[in-house]
């Protein structure tokens, strides 16, 4: 089972990036999906999640109304468009799968974890 982030880069504030996770090995069409992130000395962060049937989305105060969490499940992936990158937005991106089915914001409610994808805003 794998979760492979993409779509990471450097990008300058104000413009946009299209992060993708693509999951192999079985279906989460059931599952949770969500994007965690961490920035250089910080910690791990929640950064938005969507349930198992795109009818719920929750997003961090910090991206809520920048970034747009959505799933195609035929595809069995999840992606985040982040808009108005600022950066302290500046972080490795991971994308995550949870078998609860509900977006949660805590890492312990997600099961499987993507490598991570490095995103880079300049001032």
């Known amino acids: 089972v794998q979760l492979q982030a993409s779509g990471g880069g450097l990008v300058q504030a104000g413009g946009s990036l299209r992060l993708s996770c693509a999951a192999s090995g079985r279906t989460f069409s059931s599952y949770a999906r969500g994007w965690f992130r961490q920035a250089p000395g910080k910690e791990r962060e929640f950064v938005a999640a969507?349930?198992?049937?795109?009818?719920?989305?929750d997003y961090a105060d910090s991206v809520k109304g920048r970034f747009t969490i959505s799933r195609d499940n035929a595809k069995n992936t999840v992606t985040l468009q982040m808009n108005s990158l600022k950066p302290e937005d500046t972080a490795v991106y991971y994308c995550?799968?949870?078998?609860?089915?509900?977006?949660?914001?805590?890492?312990?409610?997600?099961?499987?974890w993507g490598q991570g994808t490095l995103v880079t805003v300049s001032s």
């Open positions: 969507i349930s198992w049937g795109s009818g719920s989305r």
């Open positions: 995550a799968a949870g078998s609860r089915g509900r977006p949660g914001r805590f890492s312990y409610e997600y099961d499987y």
